[in-house]
């Protein structure tokens, strides 16, 4: 079971043991080192080189760990580094195919064209219109204000005047040139004549400047109806260019979609046959891995089998000999190791030595001469590698490539 505590400061870096079942150099606190024995968290780097750990998860060894490897053991560390490669590559080529997308450039292009809001050419033309429209006071008829009525007061007068002046004279002849009631009345009767044809103008003169209102209104009018109806069939031709453009943009934006789409697709396809190369890649060296995992397993059974007789085979000898002998102790097994480390470390005089300890110790001198005589056989044996099956069991679990790391 990991531990979560070791979490703390761990680099979440992976590394597999040697093949001298030790840690490679130049690892760093937190690192953790996959074994055949479970993974392994380093704690502590020693002044040597060497580390302090501890372990981490029993759980997870070279056998099942499928996470990847921060050293290049095994053809899985570096079929995964390739496939992270590759895929950066076909990830840089999806860019490079959205940068250089032709649809993408038109789309683009089209959006740089979008038509500027609509404006109406005639705004001006048309406000001022209402503008007059709206400001445009009631109608009122004033003769003073009436030109035409002035000319006509003018021209009735003038003519009332000289009608008079004939009017008078011809009276004045009639009398022989002198004055008279009936010229006088006669002069101003002639005169008042024009004036009641100038009075008989003036509801004339009121219906033209009524019809001169009117029309003023009407033209006004007229002219804001063709203003607005050439600023309608503008807006129209407006729409119509905003039209095309939203359907030329869209066109174009389906053709990029499309076009990223397929190269979407092409991309994830490329990393479904990467990834399945790499999973075939990585099935076969660990289908290799544990076969050569049972191969040495094997190996190690087979030894311990032949360890195992032989500590039946020492079993034996021991019990033969504490029988035969009336006296002293029995032997046992773990003397005969502590034998062979004396024999080891002192040679001759070391096992003498250890034989006399023994004696001491009250062990029967039958005994004593059967470790003597099994240390002398097996003990230059050991040394010289000549098949004793304890020391080829000791010296194959601790060779073993998948097995632990070693702290020095």
Not at 233 to 239: G, H, I, K, L, T
Not at 308 to 317: G, H, L, N, P
Not at 369 to 384: E, L, S
């Amino acid at each position: 079971m990991a531990s979560d505590l070791m979490n703390v400061g761990a680099t979440g870096k992976y590394y597999k043991v040697q093949q001298n079942g030790k840690a490679q150099k130049g690892l760093s606190v937190g690192d953790r080192v996959v074994t055949d024995g479970g993974t392994y968290q380093i704690l502590a780097v020693n002044p040597d080189g060497s580390y302090k750990s501890a372990l981490y998860d029993e759980n997870m060894t070279t056998r099942n760990y499928r996470g990847k490897y921060n050293n290049d053991y095994g053809p899985y560390s570096e079929a995964d580094s390739s496939r992270k490669e590759t895929r950066k590559k076909l990830s840089d080529a999806l860019d490079e195919d959205y940068r250089d997308s032709v649809s993408k450039d038109r789309y683009e292009d089209i959006l740089s064209q979008k038509p500027e809001a609509y404006e109406s050419a005639y705004r001006r033309e048309m406000e001022d219109i209402l503008d007059r429209l709206e400001n445009r006071e009631d109608f009122s008829y004033s003769l003073d204000d009436d030109i035409l009525y002035r000319q006509y007061r003018d021209s009735y007068m003038s003519a009332g005047r000289m009608a008079m002046e004939d009017v008078s004279g011809q009276a004045a002849a009639l009398t022989g040139g002198y004055g008279s009631t009936y010229a006088v009345s006669a002069s101003a009767g002639a005169y008042e004549n024009y004036l009641s044809k100038l009075s008989e103008k003036i509801p004339e003169l009121y219906q033209l400047s009524r019809q001169a209102y009117d029309a003023e209104g009407d033209e006004l009018y007229r002219l804001y109806s063709l203003y607005l109806d050439a600023d309608r069939q503008d807006y129209e031709r407006y729409r119509d260019s905003v039209s095309d453009w939203q359907d030329e943009r869209d066109r174009y934006y389906g053709e990029y979609l499309d076009e990223l789409e397929t190269a979407r697709d092409d991309y994830y396809d490329r990393l479904d046959i990467l990834r399945d190369a790499a999973e075939l890649e990585s099935s076969d060296y660990w289908n290799g891995i544990d076969r050569q995992n049972d191969l040495e397993r094997l190996e190690l059974d087979r030894e311990k089998f032949e360890y195992d007789k032989y500590q039946d085979s020492v079993k034996e000898t021991s019990g033969r000999s504490s029988s035969s002998s009336s006296r002293g102790k029995n032997v046992t097994v773990s003397l005969y190791d502590d034998a062979m480390e004396a024999y080891e470390n002192g040679g001759e005089t070391g096992l003498e030595m250890y034989a006399q300890k023994l004696r001491g110790s009250g062990y029967s001198q039958s005994g004593i001469d059967d470790i003597i005589a099994y240390v002398r056989q097996y003990g230059n044996g050991r040394t010289a590698s000549n098949g004793n099956p304890l020391e080829k069991y000791a010296q194959r679990v601790k060779s073993s490539i998948l097995n632990k790391i070693y702290l020095r």
